[in-house]
């Protein structure tokens, strides 16, 4: 294997001899080698790195016939609400509250939205000393703690990986709460201060 | 050496297999956003619900029984009208996913067209929305979400969306899935090294 051929000039040693000239049954193998071993390489490094992922996601039940919008209803203090709206050429607005909210811009790097969601989730500890809410299973319950909602609101228009990102950051710092609503017509005059037609 | 040659090949060949998983036609051409969550999708009892880039919509079964199930639901409730040649049938349970629309015999017909000229055939995807707002129907995804549903009740739902999906897409699907009281789904991503990756409990 991979042995350089060296009987091609055989006799050359004996000389005159009537013997007729003994090919060798070896062929030269490397260049092939080589290119298995590439080849080799090549598969090792994708079979590690195409590896999917999958993000669980949780949508609030749609108001039916027999379900009342009244009935999915829940009185929350505005504070702890964020609304978070995926706008186009990769920009996030977004406000806390509902009456007269301030209505603030923001990118998805990891100055942008991950300080202003990290800040939402200690509003409540930094400024009234209020305690985390517990999540999850054995949490115990504590009486008026800070369990902060984010509501995504994506436009039409929002692409997805957009989306996932804001995903991303939700469950990067952790935040207990969050939905995705439908972008609306009073969204837009909030935003941009007019009525935009939203199409359905 | 030729013993470690002979090795390096055995690799490759089970590399190459491995790679491409004997994988199935594959209608869809999505390229999935990152996300740093870690849990991996389930390899049955799952449907994938695939919006490509130019916002076509398509849905696939992972499994080969609940694809057949699925599609003789489809004939027996009538959705399906027309007859499938064998070798339609044949491909369709064959398939990962397919995009074509149930309005007026197109799926009947594109099962039907012969396999040369099968391959030209461009799916267009299938419809996430009534066709007719009046009355309600012609939803295809809808019915399909049925089909599968009442072929495996433990079915799980993933969407995989293209990074360049438009939210519209997406939305229809989503709320599509709503319809049927399906308001937990996971969404195909893939792997990215994050600054803490977090398990998202179930």
Request: aromatic fraction near 8%; hydrophobic fraction near 40%; glycine fraction near 8%.
């Amino acid at each position: 294997m991979a042995d350089v051929d060296s009987s091609s000039g055989g006799g050359r040693g004996k000389k005159g001899g009537p013997k007729t000239k003994k090919k060798s049954t070896k062929i030269d193998m490397t260049a092939m080698v080589d290119v298995a071993f590439l080849l080799l390489t090549f598969f090792v490094l994708t079979a590690t790195m195409s590896n999917n992922g999958v993000m669980e996601l949780t949508m609030p039940p749609k108001a039916k016939d027999d379900i009342k919008e009244e009935d999915l209803r829940v009185d929350i203090l505005e504070d702890k609400i964020m609304t978070i709206v995926l706008e186009d050429d990769d920009k996030i607005s977004y406000y806390v509250g509902i009456t007269n909210p301030e209505v603030l811009t923001t990118n998805y790097s990891s100055d942008g939205i991950r300080k202003v969601l990290v800040g939402h989730l200690t509003y409540g500890p930094r400024i009234n000393g209020q305690a985390r809410c517990e999540t999850g299973k054995g949490a115990r319950v504590v009486k008026n703690c800070w369990d902060p909602i984010f509501v995504i609101k994506p436009k039409k228009s929002s692409r997805y990986k957009n989306l996932v990102d804001l995903l991303d950051e939700l469950a990067i710092t952790e935040a207990p709460k969050y939905a995705i609503d439908k972008f609306t017509p009073e969204d837009s005059l909030l935003l941009i201060g007019e009525l935009e037609a939203v199409e359905e | 050496m030729t013993a470690m040659v002979d090795v390096a090949f055995l690799l490759l060949t089970f590399f190459i297999l491995t790679t491409t998983k004997f994988r199935e036609d594959q209608s869809a051409e999505v390229d999935t956003p990152s996300s740093v969550s870690s849990l991996t999708p389930p390899d049955k009892g799952l449907m994938t619900i695939s919006v490509d880039n130019e916002g076509r919509i398509f849905a696939g079964f992972s499994d080969i029984g609940t694809r057949e199930a699925a599609i003789q639901r489809m004939i027996s409730d009538e959705f399906i009208t027309g007859e499938i040649s064998e070798d339609g049938y044949k491909q369709f349970v064959s398939l990962e996913d397919f995009g074509v629309t149930l309005d007026k015999g197109e799926f009947v017909n594109w099962l039907n067209l012969p396999d040369s000229e099968k391959e030209e055939y461009v799916q267009e995807g299938m419809t996430a929305v009534a066709r007719d707002t009046l009355t309600g129907a012609g939803n295809d995804l809808k019915l399909w979400i049925r089909a599968g549903r009442l072929a495996d009740q433990r079915m799980r739902f993933a969407i995989k969306g293209d990074i360049d999906a438009s939210y519209k897409e997406i939305g229809d699907v989503i709320s599509t899935l709503q319809d049927w009281n399906i308001n937990q789904f996971s969404l195909i991503t893939e792997l990215e090294e994050g600054p803490s990756a977090v398990e998202v409990e179930e």
